[in-house]
């Protein structure tokens, strides 16, 4: 088989969303004699077609591969890989927490060495801050930013957005309309972009993203264009970057004095939460009715590529304990392939057809949290916004939680609602919490009717708070850098 044409082969059958089609491809010109960087783009290919097919070990090793394989024209790439490594690993389980921050500590080995822009101390009346994202859509992350926007002491602080992506939507608009200043870098090298963001003399610099949609923003923080740098809400660890010197978190996901260790960032713990809920305007429009269904229905609305095998054994064992229950998944993407995929994976595993539904992404999703009397969280890679969403619709969440950052979304969020008691250290106290609220069918009635009103009352939704909390810590963040306390 001719490589170019094969590669090309493969490419389409990617973007047309075949990934087996592109894996048998791929794997035929694996058996030729290829050149280094033939190999480089084979594994490459690979690794995104067996993420998209749902098998993250595969794609990880392929990953691997593709970087040990990146060299000439294509060694610019080895950071967005490098990143896309990074990302995949919150899916997996084998990971310790130790050993996860060691590969995020592996970025910096990656990053040029770039000369600084001149920062000169000295404090201002304005404070200029610039969030940099390639997300400035309609995307969960902006459901837990765009407060920032909208509470902004404008008296104190200017806010510039910089796109780098340039997809728009009508929360764009919304966002566009709420900031001091909009830039779309995405046409930009990361230095022009850089370059922009240093002549804008923005003083805090918030890059939303990390290495979440292949570490884009990096590049650009590599340069230091803003004298104080910081990441988080959209990136769930570390970013390994020197360039990046601060990340946000609070007191529930990283405890003081536990999980300084796994960041080369200094971390700031708000005192709350660093989440706050913004809800779609959709779900003002839902308009169905719960009530509790006999028997109880449990359900995950988290992407099924977080459905490990070992979540799918402990909700078979609830399962098992409350009979006649069953379970409803529903996928944030439309791919038939990976609902396929999950239930023969589920049925190996002993689940019975009337036992699992699968459901397909869809826009009009929020309509179906009435459909579930309890959602199961996943794990190691946990809920953010789904859980919010949960909540928000009334549907009682119960989340198992780790030691580290990436593992605690799920358990600080129910600690600021007021429902710790429904998150669980261990799967045995997971199955335990989840089968107790299965049988307490005048409770799950109560927690209905009132989560909505708890989650309008808690800091998860509380801007004003929230907003003055990020900027208490914006404030000591400056202060820190005029005194040189970098």
């Known amino acids: 088989m001719n490589f170019t044409l094969g590669l090309e082969q493969a490419t389409l059958f990617y973007k047309q969303k075949q990934p087996q089609e592109a894996i048998t491809v791929l794997l035929m010109l694996q058996r030729q004699n290829l050149l280094p ?3 480089y783009l084979v594994y490459k290919t690979l690794a995104g077609c067996y993420f998209m097919a749902g098998d993250l070990a595969r794609s990880s090793d392929y990953y691997r591969q593709a970087l040990v394989h990146c060299c000439g024209p294509y060694l610019s790439e080895k950071t967005m890989l490098y990143s896309n490594y990074l990302f995949l690993q919150h899916y997996l389980p084998q990971w310790n927490d130790e050993e996860l921050a060691k590969e995020h500590f592996a970025y910096s080995a990656l990053v040029n060495t770039r000369p600084a822009f001149v920062h000169l101390r000295k404090d201002k009346d304005k404070l200029r801050i610039g969030y940099l994202s390639p997300d400035f859509c309609e995307h969960v992350n902006m459901f837990f930013f765009i407060q920032l926007l909208a509470r902004c002491n404008r008296k104190r602080y200017e806010v510039i957005g910089y796109s ?3 997809r728009e939507d009508h929360t ?4 566009q309309r709420l900031a001091s200043g909009w830039r779309d870098l995405s046409a930009l090298s990361s230095e022009d972009a850089a370059r922009v963001i240093y002549e804008d003399c923005v003083d805090i610099l918030f890059d939303l993203s990390g290495h979440a949609s292949g570490g884009v923003t990096l590049p650009i ?3 230091h264009p803003a004298p104080v740098q910081v990441c988080g ?3 769930m660890s570390t970013t390994g970057d020197p360039a990046v010197d601060y990340f946000l978190t609070d007191v529930y996901c990283d405890p003081p004095g536990a999980g300084d260790s796994l960041f080369t960032e200094k971390l700031v713990r708000l005192p709350h939460t660093h989440l706050c809920y913004t809800p779609s305007e959709r779900a003002l429009h839902c308009q169905k009715i719960y009530a509790v269904h006999t028997p109880v229905v449990f359900g995950s609305f988290n992407n099924f590529a977080k459905v490990t095998d070992q979540m799918l054994q402990l909700w078979l064992t609830i399962l098992q304990q409350v009979p006649g229950s069953h379970l409803l998944l529903k996928d944030s993407g439309n791919l038939p392939f990976l609902a396929a995929s999950l239930r023969r994976r589920a049925e190996s595993i002993g689940f019975r057809t009337d036992q699992l539904e699968l459901r397909l992404g869809t826009g009009n999703y929020l ?7 309890i959602a199961l969280d996943t794990y190691p890679y946990v809920g953010g916004g789904t859980t919010c969403d949960a909540l928000y619709m009334g549907v009682p969440v119960i989340s198992l939680f780790g030691t580290r950052h990436s593992t605690r979304f799920g358990y600080s969020l129910l600690m600021n609602v007021g429902l710790g008691e429904l998150a669980a250290g261990t799967a045995e106290a997971y199955m335990e919490r989840a089968v107790a609220l299965a049988k307490e069918p005048l409770l799950l009635t109560e927690l209905h009717h009132v989560l909505r009103s708890l989650m309008k009352k808690s800091p998860l939704m509380n ?4 907003v003055q909390e990020m900027e208490n810590a ?8 005029l005194c040189g306390e970098e």
């Open 37 to 39: 960087e033939q190999w």
């Open 164 to 166: 780098v992506s340039g």
């Open 172 to 175: 764009t608009q919304q966002l």
């Open 221 to 223: 923080m590599d340069w």
């Open 233 to 235: 809400i959209g990136y």
């Open 367 to 373: 309509d179906e949290y009435y459909d579930i009397d």
């Open 463 to 466: 801007g004003w708070q929230y």
């Open 474 to 481: 914006y404030e000591a963040m400056w202060r820190r850098w």
